[in-house]
């Protein structure tokens, strides 16, 4: 997704918009070992890697499971403003997006 939006924001005889275009025809070109690789493969080894080094660190430091537990505690105290918050900041990505694709039209 990042290559996409490098590849627009400036011609594509300069860089980053050079290499950027590259890779979205190198994926375009080889539709399944971009499929597997990127889409599946490199979020899930993040997921997997992530997730064992976030338990580990949960294990040693009991200081990090009561920091959490108290940030869980207010979460749960304050889910409707949050809850706005958030699709309030979301609405505003989507209306900058939709900004900047009648910008470039």
């Known amino acids: 997704m990042t290559a996409l939006f490098a590849r627009e924001i ?9 290499t950027a275009r590259r890779i ?11 499929l597997w690789l990127l889409l599946i493969a490199m ?3 993040v997921q997997i890697i992530g997730s064992a080094t976030l ?3 949960w294990r040693r430091d009991p200081e990090l499971c009561d920091a959490t537990l108290k940030i ?5 105290a304050h889910a409707s403003t ?4 958030g699709t ?5 990505g989507i209306l900058a997006i939709v900004a900047l694709h009648m910008i470039t039209d």
């Open 43 to 45: 979020p899930l080894s």
């Open 24 to 34: 979205v025809d190198w994926y375009a070109s080889s539709a399944h070992v971009g």
């Open 88 to 92: 309030t900041v979301t609405a505003s």
């Open 10 to 18: 400036q011609p594509q005889r300069y860089e980053p918009a050079r």
């Open 72 to 76: 869980l505690g207010l979460i749960r």
């Open 82 to 85: 949050q809850l706005i918050a």
């Open 55 to 57: 338990m580990r660190e």
